[in-house]
């Protein structure tokens, strides 16, 4: 009796793993939003507008957000193609936020704004660049089970799901991932725009 009330209210290992990880990516976003704000009230500050650019990475990065909780939903009813599409949609949304970050920092040394020289220009590459890594290797995980979704022996997984108690966890951390880095996004960015 003890066992089964244990394991009705313990955590995936993986599960736990991911909400560390992800408690230790708040703690070094709010160390650099923190140091962020110390530096700028010394002065010697040196103001710009962020690129337009950003609000277009913003918004695919929200819709990456509304198809990755589609495709979870697909698989968890067993919609294979549903799944796959909205992971393939995903996966674009996902990279088309990455080349709107990439084309917003050219457009920012085009204006004069470096890495190195004034911090204002620093902070910027160095919180919206670590951002960028996180997505990337989100990204990555999402193409990796895009591919795996086109796996043909469909009949074999679908057996192996239902007597698997843990069969949507993999879905589950990704769409838990993505939809942190989406939510982090949104606050480093409004957050940086409150400094312009």
Known sequence: MSTTLSN???????????????????????????A???????????????????WYST??????????????????????????????LSLLFGAGFLYCQVQGFQELVRNGI????????????????????????GVLFILIFFLKSFSRDNAIKKLMRD??????LGIELLGTYWHFVDVLWLYLFFFLKMYE
Request: proline share 4%; no cysteine; glycine share 10%.
């Open 8 to 34: 009705n209210y313990s955590v995936h290992p993986q599960k736990f793993l991911l909400w560390v990880g992800l408690a230790s990516i708040v703690m070094m976003f709010a160390g650099l939003t923190s």
């Open 36 to 54: 962020f704000i110390v530096r700028y009230a010394q002065g010697n500050w040196y103001e710009y507008l962020i690129p337009d650019i950003f």
């Open 59 to 88: 918004a695919l990065i929200l819709l990456s957000s509304v198809t990755i909780a589609i495709a979870s939903h697909a698989f968890k009813r067993d919609k294979r193609s549903l799944y796959t599409s909205m992971l393939g």
């Open 114 to 137: 470096y890495l190195e020289g004034n911090p204002s220009g620093g902070f910027f590459y160095i919180i919206a660049g670590l951002h960028g890594l996180h997505v990337a290797g």
């Open 163 to 168: 007597v698997n108690p843990h069969r949507n």
